[in-house]
């Protein structure tokens, strides 16, 4: 039997009345459990949005130069794809909490690795990618994509758009203020006399500790998110789902490369060499850049209403490429500032609209597999990013990353418009 509006079958007619009714309870996922995927998924873009503006500089305190730093954050992003693609596999059969806990145990031992180590670029980039280091600023690990699947199925697909909305808007809200927490190397060095690397070392340690609250937080989740799936396994992807996740994919992976040119640690990097700002300066850049963020997913959430989401996405990011083609051509810090925040006060918009989308086109027993392989895909586009950002920006100058990000990205936004306009969510319909 399927339910009228919904975009899977049920088994029985009695499972199928239950869920109808109840939507909010259909995979046993309390609704509860949403301020504690807030919560934990805050902290963790807390601790990413500052590591995505002082790992940049940490690495130029240290002496390396584009090539080096372009391969520490790429580094990074690949065992963070690593991770995403072992939770494809095993997120569901190992069980979600137990996964997520060992996640966030990972990277911040990774991180606190990486501030320890020393300078030499072999184990530094080691560390990272152990550790999952996410030097873009923004979260899009392991832990996201399962957070995203225990929400899917804590929410009704009337209200799935806006809980991912919330979702995303405390993860940026937090994340601002973790690259406003950028600034703290700069005072702890002038505040205790340590020179300006063991100032990043001891903040970049004190943000792995941080990061270890998730882990009570996750601890609280419901039984149901932490049953692994040992009595029947983790249901495969449907053929229709399999064509719609593998195309989604390859489109995500188009746009994270476009982003990986342009990673917070490439971008932090770019305006210290361009104009000679520092932490001091970038981070409150940074905040005000993720506030604007946040403040446009409600935009987006009333968009998606009136539009539908393919071309929310479409319409709020496709512009920001043409912003983006500019600002390597701008003379002074001041205008490549406001032009900077201009863009992203729209560029985020797509993200719970899209999240939202994969969420709506596979069904509940699917989201896990769907979520974790549509993630990989943002992850193995980011992690090649920032090594050809380093290489571009030695060889053809420091402005040409953001010129081909730019370029990038706005061909992922009229392929994905061309090849999606027409599957809707079942809210569309």
Not at 211 to 224: F, I, K, N, T
Not at 406 to 425: E, H, I
Request: aromatic content about 8%; hydrophobic content about 50%.
């Amino acid at each position: 039997m399927r339910a009228r509006g919904a975009s899977w079958a049920y088994a029985d007619e009695a499972t199928a009345v239950v869920c109808w009714r109840r939507p909010l309870d259909c995979s046993g996922v309390a609704p509860a459990s949403r301020p504690l995927l807030y919560a934990a998924g805050g902290v963790r873009s807390f601790v990413i949005g500052f590591t995505g503006v002082a790992l940049g500089l940490y690495l130029a305190a240290l002496g390396y130069d584009p090539a080096l730093v372009g391969g520490v954050v790429a580094s990074g992003l690949a065992g963070n794809a690593v991770g995403v693609a072992l939770v494809a596999g095993l997120g569901e059969r190992l069980g979600r909490r137990r996964t997520l806990i060992g996640a966030t145990v990972l990277c911040a031992a990774g991180l606190g690795a990486l501030a320890a180590a020393p300078a030499a670029p072999s184990v530094v980039g080691l560390a990272a990618f152990l550790g999952m280091v996410n030097g873009m600023g923004r979260d899009r690990g392991p832990a996201q994509a399962l957070e995203q699947s225990v929400l899917a199925d804590a929410t009704s697909d009337e209200h799935r758009t806006a809980a991912f909305v919330r979702y995303t808007f405390v993860q940026d809200v937090l994340g601002a203020c973790g690259s406003l927490a950028a600034a703290v190397p700069t005072v702890v060095q002038h505040q205790f006399g340590l020179a300006l690397v063991d100032a990043y070392r001891a903040s970049l340690s004190s943000a792995a500790l941080l990061s270890l609250v998730s882990v009570l937080l996750y601890a609280r989740l419901p039984a149901a998110v932490g049953r692994a799936a040992a009595a029947s396994p983790p249901a495969r992807l449907s053929p229709e789902s399999r064509r719609r996740v593998a195309g989604l994919s390859g489109l995500f992976a188009l746009d994270s490369l476009g982003g990986g040119f342009i990673a917070g640690s490439i971008l932090s990097y770019w305006f210290f060499r361009r104009f000679g700002l520092g932490g001091e300066a970038l981070g409150p850049m940074f905040f005000a850049a993720k506030c604007l963020n946040a403040g446009s997913y409600f935009a987006a959430e009333a968009l998606a209403r009136r539009l539908g989401l393919v071309r929310t996405m479409v319409y709020t990011h496709l512009p920001t490429s043409v912003i983006l083609l500019a600002l390597p051509f701008l003379p002074t810090a001041s205008l490549a500032i406001a032009l900077f925040l201009v863009r992203e006060a729209f560029v985020q918009m797509d993200v719970p609209a899209r999240q939202s989308y994969v969420a709506a086109v596979t069904a509940p027993g699917e989201r896990t597999a769907a979520l974790a392989l549509t993630s990989l895909a943002r992850n193995v586009g980011w992690a090649a990013g920032p090594g050809l950002a380093g290489v571009t920006m030695t060889a053809f100058g420091l402005g040409a990353p953001l010129v081909a990000g730019a370029v990038v990205k706005a061909v992922y936004d009229v392929a994905l418009y061309v090849s999606y306009r027409g599957v809707r969510p079942p809210e569309e319909h």
